[in-house]
């Protein structure tokens, strides 16, 4: 620890307690102690560096006096009760500040915290000179007791969550600010534990009601206080989240620790019910005290949790790589609000598709393109994952839908009916306007249903209830074309696939990869090409990278390709050209 003084300052100014307003808790007992020794002045006097300052008082006007000769400073350094029968008879107090302004007699008990730190004194005052009884003596400490019961009392309200009583983030944040004070530069690990993910805390409120979340989090809070011991302070983060510290150990042993307490949430009765929904992940981050901000060490163990999750792991361990990836998601995501607004970074790319039969081409695909001004080009399969399950998701389709129905119009006019296909997340499908304001631009477009195709993956049409089957209805209806997309990697695709109100299935490219090399891929491939026929539904092949691939899917029955063998997705003023060569060619 740091010099003594220094550190009972910091207690004292984190009690939050200097210069603030009078409060009647207070008063109440200043007020009884001048009642009980039939003496004018009573006071709450709090030692800060140069001053004693009067959280409360009865009798005098001003809120502090010196420290210098203040009786309550001698209290405050030798935590003892401190008697003074007349000021003026003793050598160093018969000029103090109080002598001067008339006092002469002082009685005052420390106001002592639990961790031993002395903040001031609890002290009675009078214009005479006065001895005390021991009675008198023995109240004087147990008021200086009620006060101490007051500061703790106002000090923990905030700091308590009142669902599962445990300490919340602002203790955290201020035990990590004593532990550092302690022994700064010491290696510790926080363990962030989210029992529900919280993209699925939504889903289990409708379905499980509030009340089962509130239990879940106080069974949980007591399973893990169980588990890391009813000594080691548990931290309430809100949203089923949980935080610990433990001392740095190996990664492996932090690992086991994560993994056997994600075990026991797991094996929990209200965990059991909601399997599907209540999955516990552990986020580890190590650091050194007094070198990392609270938020800090929280976000960091947090990003190992949405790692750890998003892996398929029970529990992750934060590390460099994993940082530089997390800021490179948080700058996307702070960016994607301003690129939507512009036209300058993003823009969209079409890929064609060409029937197999014919190799004519009615149909091409929109794919965005993000030219980040500093990333330069990302990739959509990073930073639309990222923004999918945001609320920004509703503007990005907004962003594609506008920029494709232009485009489609554009080649209208021209005399080039091409299809454009749009890719929409699952999210969008639960906006209740959402085939309402696609179809309004059509409209305002002046183009007809057909001239565009909504893409969507299987698992963003199975399960995902009225809302989304209202949308689709009312698009199906409205006469445009809906495609399940990267078909077969969901994991209900076959059985499920009757119920999904489409038109056409886009088998996705992981298996059109190894086609012409792997007879079962075939079959499969095959069967699913007939299913999807006998269904009534029209085929796409994607990801289609040589001829061998194209010459099995035209063997296969498939109905229409789209790949690198044919052409990449393109720019508009390519992909004229492309259709160019190409109807030139033949
Ligand atoms: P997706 O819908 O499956 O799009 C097809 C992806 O396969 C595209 O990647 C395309 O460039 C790529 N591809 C096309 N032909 C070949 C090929 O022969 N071989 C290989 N290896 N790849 C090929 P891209 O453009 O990077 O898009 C990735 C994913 O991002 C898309 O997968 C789609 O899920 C999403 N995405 C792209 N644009 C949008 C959009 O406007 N809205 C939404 N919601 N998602 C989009
Ligand atoms: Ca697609
Ligand atoms: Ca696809």
């Not at 308590?160 to 700064?184: H, I, K, M, Y």
């Not at 290696?187 to 805390?201: D, Y």
């Not at 163990?301 to 992750?316: F, K, P, V, Y």
């Not at 698009?475 to 077969?488: R, S």
């Amino acid at each position: 620890m740091k010099h003594p003084e220094q550190a009972r300052l910091f207690a004292l100014k984190q009690l939050n307690l200097l210069d603030t307003a009078p409060s009647d808790s207070f008063d109440r007992i200043t007020r009884m102690a001048s009642q009980l020794f039939g003496l004018p002045i009573s006071a709450v006097s709090l030692t800060d560096s140069d001053r004693q300052w009067f959280k409360s008082r009865v009798g005098v006007d001003h809120r502090e006096i010196p420290r210098d000769k203040a009786p309550c400073a001698q209290v405050c350094d030798s935590a003892e009760v401190l008697v003074i029968p007349d000021l003026l008879a003793s050598n160093y107090y018969q000029d103090s500040h109080l002598a001067n302004t008339g006092i002469r007699f002082y009685a005052g008990a420390p106001l002592t915290t639990r961790e031993g730190q002395t903040l001031g004194a609890m002290c009675v005052l009078g214009t005479e000179p006065r001895d005390i009884t021991e009675q008198e003596r023995a109240s004087l400490v147990d008021l200086a007791a009620m006060v101490m019961a007051q500061i703790e009392l106002q000090h923990a309200f905030g700091r308590v969550d009142p669902l599962t009583g445990l300490a919340n983030r602002s203790q955290f944040s201020e035990d990590l600010q004593d532990l550092a004070l302690d022994s700064p530069g010491e290696p510790r690990a926080a363990l962030f534990t989210e029992v529900v993910e919280a993209s699925q805390l939504s889903a289990l409120h409708r379905t499980m009601g509030s009340g089962f979340l509130d239990e879940l989090a106080q069974v949980s809070a007591q399973c893990i206080q169980e588990t890391i011991g009813l000594e080691s302070p548990l931290y309430y983060l809100g949203s089923c989240q949980f935080v610990h510290l433990l001392p740095v150990d190996s990664h492996a042993s932090l690992i086991e620790h994560a993994l056997n307490l994600r075990q026991r949430l797991m094996a929990l009765e209200s965990a059991r019910d909601v399997s599907v929904l209540v999955r516990p992940v552990v986020g580890i981050a190590s650091f050194e005290l007094g070198e990392t901000a609270a938020p800090d060490i929280l976000r960091s163990a947090h990003a190992a949790s949405l790692d750890a999750r998003q892996m398929g792991q029970g529990a992750g361990v934060f590390s460099a790589a994993l940082e530089e990836r997390f800021q490179r998601s948080s700058m996307l995501l702070a960016d994607i609000g301003r690129a939507l607004k512009t036209d300058d970074e993003l823009y969209l790319v079409f890929q064609p598709r060409v029937w197999v039969a014919s190799g004519d081409c009615q149909g091409v695909e929109a794919l965005l393109r993000w030219r980040h001004p500093e990333l330069g080009e990302v990739s959509p399969a990073e930073f639309i994952p990222l923004i999918e399950n945001t609320p920004m998701a509703r503007a990005l389709t907004d962003w594609v839908v506008n920029r494709a129905i232009r485009q489609a119009a554009l080649w209208h006019a021209e005399g080039r009916p091409l299809r454009v296909s749009i890719n929409v997340s699952a999210t969008n499908l639960e906006e209740h306007d959402f085939a309402q304001r696609v179809l309004e631009k059509l409209r305002q477009a002046n183009l007809p249903a057909d001239a565009i195709e909504l893409e969507v993956t299987e698992s963003a049409l199975i399960g995902k209830g009225q809302a989304a089957a209202t949308q689709l209805d009312a698009l199906i209806a409205a006469g445009i074309l809906i495609a399940i997309d990267d078909f077969g990697t969901g994991y209900s695709s076959l059985s499920y696939l009757h119920e999904i109100p489409a038109n056409i299935v886009k088998i996705d490219r992981s298996f059109i990869a190894h086609l012409e090399e792997d007879a079962r891929i075939q079959t499969l491939v095959g069967s699913m090409i007939r299913m999807a026929h006998d269904l009534g539904y029209s085929v796409v092949a994607e990801g289609v990278e040589n001829q061998a691939a194209l010459d099995c899917l035209s063997q296969l029955g498939c109905n229409e390709v789209q790949g690198y063998l044919l052409a990449k997705p393109l720019p508009p003023r390519d992909l004229e050209t492309w259709l160019a060569k190409r109807s030139g060619g033949q």
